[in-house]
């Protein structure tokens, strides 16, 4: 949990960020914090397993492409479906803060020193990582959140008064 709590939060730190340049309205930098939890709807597994989508969808399924770059591309193009206008706005700010989400793993120790497929469908490679943290390490979360309550203060005090 601590792991999505993080990426959560850095997707809304950035945004902010980004708001300071240019204003974001907050229902965009909430459908961003939305799309920064899209890779990791591949945990759904452990309530549901695959057998139960493969006899549901009628062919061989593997929850664990939502993973990847082409599962976010999907999910931010059926979650951008669901609202009733501006599509192209809710793709791209899903797919922002699942890119968000892909970067930020992208950086974590894994037991081989290579990351994932998630590149997927664009090539198979698994690129080194440089092992910055551990996704169950609290020090993460505990990161996080000084990171977030550091650009909330900053924006609330110091930006909102110019």
Not at 21 to 34: D, F, G
Not at 38 to 51: F, G, H, K, M, S
Not at 74 to 98: D, E, P, W, Y
Request: aromatic share 8%.
């Amino acid at each position: 949990m601590a792991d999505l709590l993080t990426h959560v939060l850095l997707a809304y730190a950035g945004c902010t960020i980004l708001s300071w340049h240019r204003p974001i309205p907050t229902h965009w930098i909430a459908i961003t914090m939305v799309g920064s939890i899209l890779p990791d709807l591949n945990r759904i597994t452990l309530i549901v397993t695959n057998r139960t989508f493969e006899a549901f969808l009628g062919v061989p399924f593997d929850i664990d492409a939502l993973s990847t770059l082409g599962g976010t591309v999907l999910l931010a193009g059926i979650g951008s479906m669901v609202v009733t206008n501006q599509h192209r706005r809710t793709f791209a700010a899903l797919l922002a803060g699942a890119l968000s989400h892909h970067f930020i793993d992208g950086v974590k120790a894994y037991a081989d020193s290579a990351a994932g497929t998630w590149l997927y469908p664009i090539t198979w490679a698994r690129h080194p990582t440089p092992s910055l943290y551990v996704s169950s390490d609290p020090a993460v979360l505990v990161a996080a959140v000084s990171i977030t309550a550091i650009v909330i203060v900053t924006d609330r005090y110091v930006i909102q008064t110019k």
